[in-house]
C-alpha cells in the first residue's frame, strides 16, 4: 500500500512539474520588449545595431548582390555590431 501511495505522489509531482515546465516555456518571451532602446540605435529584427554600423548596409548589400549572399546582410551587420563592441 505505502507504494502504491508513493507512485501514485512521483507521478502526480512528476505531471505537475512537467506542466509547469511547459507553461513557462510556451509563456516566456524573449523578444525586447522595447524598454531599453536606445535612440542612438536601430532595432531590425530583435538585434539592435548602431547607426555607425548601418551605415555599411548600402556596401554590405552591394557586396552580398555581387556573391549571392544577400539574404545574410542582416547577419553581417550583426556580426559586424558585436566585434565592433
Known sequence: ???KITVICSVVFSLFFFLLLFLVIFFADDTDSGENNKDSSISQGGVTVSP???????LIE???KEYGIEDYVSYILAIMQVESG
Open 1 to 3: 500500500m505505502k507504494l
Open 52 to 58: 555607425e554600423v548601418l551605415a555599411h548596409r548600402p
Open 62 to 64: 552591394k557586396y552580398g
